[in-house]
T-cell receptor
Framework: GIQVEQSPPDLILQEGANSTLRCNFSDSVNNLQWFHQNPWGQLINLFYIPSGTKQNGRLSATTVATERYSLLYISSSQTTDSGVYFCAVRLSGNTPLVFGKGTRLSVIA | ETGVTQTPRHLVMGMTNKKSLKCEQHLGHNAMYWYKQSAKKPLELMFVYNFKEQTENNSVPSRFSPECPNSSHLFLHLHTLQPEDSALYLC?????????????FGPGTRLTVL
């Protein structure tokens, strides 16, 4: 099946710093989502981005489908950005979303 | 608020108990999902329902029994669980199964089996 690899696995940032999280996938996909899981377990949708670039406030994401990767940019990080960031992809048709193992981000004041 | 609610949020049960987890979505979606998230493991898909029909059972033990009475509600019935079943159980929904559909998650039920 499709492989989804996220890097780095863990990241510690000083408040105000910028960061880039990466998601590599092993096959062509027709659906890619980024989620933020907060400390209480809630998965929050950040981006639905099978290709191209999107921005939402301090966050932006770029997916280069032909090269099988996606990047999530966090600028001017805040302590509330802490949590685990997941990338999930769908291969095609009726296949389910496949999740990466996540990047655990800790933003310290 | 994602439009997907789950109850209870926390559950502690003994191995001989029977309990049920409930999920409800207010998004008008037609596909619903159960996931299991154990400590330090990726999310594992358990079941998928599309238009109330089960389309995926990801080799889940029979002590987990799903039920989808309509497109808005999804249950997970639990019976004779093991301590290793302790995990966060997440429900999700999407407009349709497959195609280019964004999936939305509920807040989860944190289950502890004693």
């Amino acid at each position: 099946g499709i492989q989804v690899e996220q890097s780095p696995p863990d990241l510690i940032l000083q408040e105000g710093a910028n960061s880039t999280l990466r998601c590599n996938f092993s096959d062509s996909v027709n659906n890619l989502q980024w989620f933020h899981q907060n400390p209480w377990g809630q998965l929050i949708n950040l981006f639905y981005i099978p290709s191209g670039t999107k921005q939402n406030g301090r966050l932006s994401a770029t997916t280069v489908a032909t090269e099988r990767y996606s990047l999530l940019y966090i600028s001017s990080s805040q302590t509330t950005d802490s949590g685990v960031y997941f990338c999930a992809v769908r291969l095609s048709g009726n296949t389910p979303l496949v999740f990466g193992k996540g990047t655990r981000l800790s933003v310290i004041a | 608020e994602t439009g997907v609610t789950q109850t209870p949020r926390h559950l502690v049960m003994g191995m001989t108990n029977k309990k049920s987890l409930k999920c409800e979505q207010h998004l008008g979606h037609n596909a619903m999902y159960w996931y299991k998230q154990s400590a330090k493991k990726p999310l594992e898909l358990m079941f998928v329902y599309n238009f109330k029909e089960q389309t995926e059972n990801n080799s889940v033990p029979s002590r987990f029994s799903p039920e989808c009475p309509n497109s808005s509600h999804l249950f997970l019935h639990l019976h004779t669980l093991q301590p290793e079943d302790s995990a966060l159980y997440l429900c999700a929904s999407s407009q349709y199964m497959g195609l280019d559909n964004e999936q939305f998650f509920g807040p989860g039920t944190r289950l502890t089996v004693l």
